[in-house]
């Protein structure tokens, strides 16, 4: 597993540029905040410390604000994987729940899959996780494109690294709040 995504969330992580900060270089930042008011400055403010930190910005399903930022790229929510994609800006992941979605992803030739949830999470507290077994069959013969997202954490990143997918994508587990 090389592949490292932070996803943003300031009501869980209200401490967010300071996280973003603490990335390992390389690492990746995919703004989601749909509803905040201050998404354009926030993801401006996140842009600019990817730059310092040699980091990757991707904005979640907002071609437009991608742009004005300069982002390196759009993350598509899975129920965008089914518009009319759009171009100009490389779509560099999408979150995929089922093999539908999986599918569509690969006729876009999205080169991340974010597949979720793997295990019980927070942000998705009534979403039934998909769990190791299942998440392993899903993701079979695809797996150098797949980011597991949803509960990832120290403990139970352990059996996912056997499976050999591409990364990992978390908000708590990288969460600066929690980490001190």
């Not at 008011?37 to 996140?46: G, I």
């Not at 071609?63 to 300069?70: N, Q, S, V």
């Not at 790229?73 to 899975?78: A, E, K, Q, R």
């Not at 993701?139 to 591409?166: E, M, Q």
Request: include cysteine; charge should be positive; proline fraction near 5%.
């Amino acid at each position: 597993m090389s592949v490292l995504i932070y996803m943003t969330d300031r009501n869980k992580d209200p401490n967010a540029l300071l996280t973003i900060s603490r990335l390992p270089a390389g690492s990746v930042v995919i703004i989601r905040e749909y509803d905040a008011r201050d998404r354009e400055q926030f993801a401006r403010s996140v842009r600019a410390l990817c730059r310092v930190h040699r980091l990757y910005c991707v904005v979640a399903a907002d071609y437009g604000l991608a742009r004005r930022i300069r982002a390196d790229g759009v993350h598509l929510p899975d129920h965008l994987l089914f518009s009319r994609p759009r171009s100009g800006l490389p779509v560099f992941s999408a979150a995929c729940h089922g093999r539908r979605s999986l599918r569509r992803a690969q006729e876009l030739a999205i080169p991340f899959v974010l597949v979720s949830p793997v295990f019980a999470t927070t942000s998705h507290a009534g979403k039934q996780p998909l769990g190791i077994h299942r998440f392993a069959r899903l993701t079979s013969g695809i797996r150098d494109r797949v980011i597991a997202l949803g509960g990832v954490n120290a403990r139970t990143v352990r059996p996912l690294r056997r499976l050999g997918i591409a990364g990992i994508a978390a908000i708590d587990a990288f969460n600066s709040a929690t980490k001190g």
